[in-house]
């Protein structure tokens, strides 16, 4: 996930993404730089690695660029449900009896693209 710094400089950092009806959303406990950049400027971009490959032989891929906005609250279940998908299905996550209510990342999408089926060539 890609936000912008004040300064305009990106700030990259691996998340775990998941769907809630037409928006991407991403969990963080702490207010983090992504937390607090999203908060002064909404634009981000999302790119994902695919599974399969182009018909020229690269790795397919998705990148999303979109708006969004910071929700209080909510992070720890969400993080429970992505950690169902990322690590498996007996998994606790966060490994902590009582995390803060933390922040969640709610991204609407407004340009697709990439390297895929899902692609107009």
């Known amino acids: 996930m ?26 963080h406990l702490p207010r983090n730089q992504k937390v607090k950049n999203v908060e002064r400027d909404p634009r981000v971009a999302i790119s994902v690695e695919g599974a399969g490959l182009t018909e020229h ?21 969400l993080l429970q449900r992505l950690a169902h998908v990322y690590l498996g299905p007996d998994v606790k996550f966060p490994p902590m009896d009582d995390p803060p209510p ?20």
Not at 11 to 23: F, I, K, S
Not at 102 to 121: C, F, K, L, Q
């Open 57 to 77: 032989g690269l790795r397919e891929y998705l990148v999303i660029r979109g708006l969004a906005t910071v929700q209080e609250g909510g992070a720890p279940e």
């Open 102 to 121: 933390g922040y969640v990342i709610r991204i609407t999408p407004e340009r697709v693209g990439g390297a895929g089926s899902w692609v107009d060539e």
């Open 2 to 27: 890609v936000t912008l710094n004040a300064d305009g400089s990106p700030q990259v950092t691996c998340v775990w993404a998941g769907l809630d009806g037409d928006e991407i959303v991403t969990a």
